[in-house]
C-alpha cells in the first residue's frame, strides 16, 4: 500500500467554522507533513511531524492547528480562517532515517479548501 | 537551503526528447537532487534522485554534471499524458525531516500533437 489518503477531497467554510482535514499513511512512514498549494504555484511547506511531534512549523498562523494522532494520521484543525487560505491542502509522508531512506516525499492527492 | 532557479515554462511535441535543466548553485556536500511531477489538482509524484553522473529509471534520466552545480531531467519521446509542471528539489533527503525540502517554482511543461 503506497498511498497517502487525504478526506475530504473538497471543503467549503465559512470564516466561524472550525473544520479538520485528515491524512492517514500505512506505509509505516514516521513523518507526515503539510503543505498548502495556491492555483500554479509551488507547495509550501507548513508542518512537518516526525515519530509523532512537531519537527517543523513554518510560522503557521495559529488558526491552522496540526495534530498527530498517531503515527498513521494527521490532522489540520481550521479555524476562523480568512478567505485567503483558500487553497489545495497536501499531506505527504517519508521514512525517516535508514540508510536506504531517500527521503522520497509520498503525497495524497489534497483537499480543496473553499474559505467563504 | 540551497535555492534552484528552473525555466518558469516548456513546449513540446509529442514524441520529443525533453530536457529540463535546473541551477543550484549552492548546492551542499551531502545534498541530493530530486524531481517531482505534478499533475493539476493532484500531489506531486517523485520521478527520480541524484547525487552525481547519471540515474536513469523507467520513465526518465538524471544528468548533474561533476560540479553539481545544476542537473537536467531527461524525458525520452514525452507523450500528452506527460503534460505537467516538473520540480526540482535540493536537499539532505538522507537526513529526515532534518533538511526541509522547498519547492521552487517548477517547469510547467506542455506537450501538444
Known amino acids: 500500500d503506497t498511498e497517502v489518503t487525504q478526506t475530504p477531497k473538497h471543503l467549503v467554510m465559512g470564516m466561524t467554522n472550525k473544520k479538520s482535514l485528515k491524512c492517514e499513511q500505512h506505509?509505516?512512514?514516521?513523518?507526515m507533513y503539510w503543505y498548502k498549494q495556491k492555483a500554479k504555484k509551488p507547495p509550501e511547506l507548513m508542518f512537518v511531524y516526525s515519530y509523532e511531534k512537531l519537527s517543523i512549523n513554518e510560522s503557521v498562523p495559529s488558526r491552522f492547528s496540526p495534530e498527530c494522532p498517531n503515527s498513521s494520521l494527521l490532522n489540520l484543525h481550521l479555524h476562523a480562517l480568512q478567505p485567503e487560505d483558500s487553497a489545495l491542502y497536501l499531506c505527504a509522508s517519508s521514512q525517516e532515517g535508514g540508510r536506504r531512506n531517500t527521503g522520497e516525499l509520498f503525497f495524497g492527492e489534497g483537499s480543496r479548501l473553499t474559505v467563504l | 537551503l540551497a535555492k534552484t532557479t528552473q525555466p518558469i515554462s516548456m513546449d513540446s511535441y509529442e514524441g520529443q526528447e525533453v530536457n529540463i535543466t535546473c541551477s543550484h548553485n549552492n548546492i551542499a556536500t551531502n545534498d541530493y537532487i530530486t524531481w517531482y511531477q505534478q499533475f493539476p489538482s493532484q500531489g506531486p509524484r517523485f520521478i527520480i534522485q541524484g547525487y552525481k553522473t547519471k540515474v536513469t529509471n523507467e520513465v526518465a534520466s538524471l544528468f548533474i554534471p561533476a560540479d553539481r552545480k545544476s542537473s537536467t531531467l531527461s524525458l525520452p519521446r514525452v507523450s500528452l499524458s506527460d503534460t505537467a509542471v516538473y520540480y526540482c528539489?535540493?536537499?539532505?533527503?538522507?537526513?529526515?525531516?532534518?533538511?526541509?525540502?522547498?519547492f521552487g517554482t517548477g517547469t510547467r511543461l506542455q506537450v501538444t500533437l
Open positions: 506505509m509505516g512512514h514516521r513523518a
Open positions: 528539489l535540493v536537499g539532505d533527503t538522507r537526513a529526515g525531516t532534518a533538511s526541509k525540502l522547498t
